[in-house]
Structures are given as C-alpha cells and as structure tokens.
C-alpha cells in the first residue's frame, strides 16, 4: 500500500471522529476542524513514524489532543489579555439551563480530554492514558472527578425540572 493510500485509509476512517474529540475540547465547530486539518498534516509530515505506530489512529488522535489543548490555552490567555481593565458580567441567575456541553467545556483541559476520550470517543481506558500520557489510574481518578463536578453542575438543571 501507497503512503497516499495508507493515508487516505486513516483519514477516512478517523476523520469525523477526531473532529468530534477536538470539538468536544474546544466547543467551536471551526477550530476542530482546524485542529484536525493540522493534525492530519503533522502526520503526512511524519508519515514513516505513524505508519510504524502500533496504532497510527492513536497517535493522529493524540496529536488532535494536544493541538487542542495548546490552542485553548492561547484562547484563555487573549480572553485575560482583552478582559484587563474591563468588569466581569454578572453570573447567570441560578437556575439557568446548562447542557452538557457547557458543562464540559467548564472543566479543565484533562478533566475534560478524558470525559471527550472514554465517552464521547468511546476510547478504552487504556488508549485514553497512552493519548494522554498518564497512567490508567490517573485516568480512572479524572474520569471519577469530572463526573462529580458535571453532577454539581447540572444538578440544579434537575431540581428545577422536579
């Protein structure tokens, strides 16, 4: 098989899938798909290394992870560079709608990646550490945090509904 065809292949087969991963990170559609364009480039680049991963979807995927997380660190340091000198809005009344997405978003960046990865991507936990770089445990320990912080979060969404 062709580098071409080869490549093809996983873009097909991943594509849809890791725009989704990055979209669930970052919360805009564009910048997914910009994340996942540059990361499919960074491994036509490198085409020789992923071909000999032991899985060249994993580390396309961790690629899309951490393009995502660079970039929603750039976004958060020019929202506090706009934000300086101006007054925060004031906090949405209680009781106002959070969807899940929101919800999400509101987490940190690996609360969030592993959330996206085990159960959006329907990763198992050991491909969710090799993607992120840490071990199972710590994965598992994410997972369990996030959950309770999403509960918090959208637990009064439920009180209202009762």
């Given at each position: 098989?062709?580098?071409?065809?080869w490549?093809?292949?996983?873009y097909q087969?991943?594509?849809?899938s890791f725009v989704?991963t990055a979209?669930?990170?970052l919360g805009?559609?564009?910048?997914?798909?910009?994340?996942t364009?540059e990361?499919?480039a960074?491994a036509?680049?490198r085409?020789?290394r992923?071909?000999?991963?032991?899985?060249?979807?994993?580390?396309?995927?961790?690629?899309?992870?951490?393009?995502?997380?660079?970039?929603?660190?750039r976004?958060?340091m020019l929202d506090?560079l706009?934000?300086r000198?101006?007054?925060?809005p004031?906090?949405p009344?209680?009781?106002?709608?959070?969807?899940?997405?929101?919800?999400i978003?509101?987490?940190?960046?690996?609360h969030?990646a592993?959330?996206?990865?085990?159960?959006?991507?329907?990763l198992?936990l050991d491909t969710?550490?090799?993607?992120?770089?840490v071990p199972?445990?710590?994965?598992k320990s994410?997972?369990?945090?996030?959950?309770?912080a999403?509960?918090?979060?959208l637990?009064?969404q439920?009180a209202?509904?009762?």
């Amino acid at each position: 098989m062709t580098t071409g065809d080869w490549f093809e292949a996983l873009y097909q087969g991943s594509y849809r899938s890791f725009v989704l991963t990055a979209y669930a990170l970052l919360g805009d559609l564009g910048e997914a798909e910009e994340v996942t364009q540059e990361a499919f480039a960074v491994a036509y680049g490198r085409h020789g290394r992923v071909a000999r991963a032991d899985s060249p979807e994993a580390w396309v995927r961790t690629v899309v992870v951490n393009l995502a997380k660079r970039r929603g660190r750039r976004r958060a340091m020019l929202d506090r560079l706009l934000r300086r000198g101006a007054t925060d809005p004031d906090p949405p009344p209680p009781g106002e709608h959070l969807d899940l997405h929101a919800a999400i978003r509101a987490l940190d960046h690996d609360h969030r990646a592993a959330i996206v990865l085990h159960y959006l991507a329907d990763l198992p936990l050991d491909t969710v550490a090799s993607i992120v770089g840490v071990p199972v445990g710590t994965v598992k320990s994410r997972l369990s945090r996030a959950r309770a912080a999403l509960a918090r979060q959208l637990s009064p969404q439920e009180a209202d509904h009762a």
